[in-house]
């Protein structure tokens, strides 16, 4: 990547080495690929791992967001019901909507998301702490939330 400010009218590729990942907790790893302040988006898109027997804590976004499963078998959670999910699949969650996702399946489950918003906050519904998504606090189990 250059070292140039990237604006939203500016192309770029990010290549794999350009692409960090970030240690959530728990064994869930992600991977951002672009955002506002990464490539100038409108949008944030990345992915999640999410391994066998694991959930991230109850949340919603500033957001709309989309998961598309690219591999394994989760459960989405919001309104009280958790419905199955599996690969090639995705899920919508408005802005402001609770929800998570549990892996129940037997392999690790690896999520695309794609946030309608270039700066992403995420709200844990059991403590209300507002993060910036993927900052230091951004855990899939923080305390607190279990």
């Known amino acids: 990547m250059t070292d140039r400010h990237p604006t939203a009218s500016t192309p770029l ?3 794999r080495d350009d692409i960090r990942s970030y240690d959530r907790g728990t064994g869930v790893v992600t991977r951002l690929f672009c955002n506002q302040a990464l490539c100038g988006a409108g949008v944030t ?3 999640t791992i999410l391994p066998v027997g694991k959930s991230v804590a109850m949340h919603w976004h500033n957001c709309d967001e989309q998961i598309v499963i690219l591999n394994g078998r989760a ?6 019901v958790r419905t199955p999910i599996g690969e090639m699949e995705v899920a919508y969650i408005p802005a402001g909507e609770p929800h998570c996702f549990h892996n129940v399946g037997e392999v690790p489950v690896t999520m695309l998301f794609i946030y309608a918003a270039g700066e992403v906050t995420r709200t844990f519904a059991a403590t209300g ?6 900052g230091a606090e951004d855990l899939a189990q923080p305390a607190g939330t279990r």
Request: glycine content about 12%; overall charge negative.
């Open 13 to 15: 590729v990010r290549t």
């Open 45 to 47: 898109t990345g992915t």
């Open 75 to 80: 459960e989405t959670e919001f309104r009280g």
């Open 129 to 134: 702490e507002t993060v910036v998504h993927l």
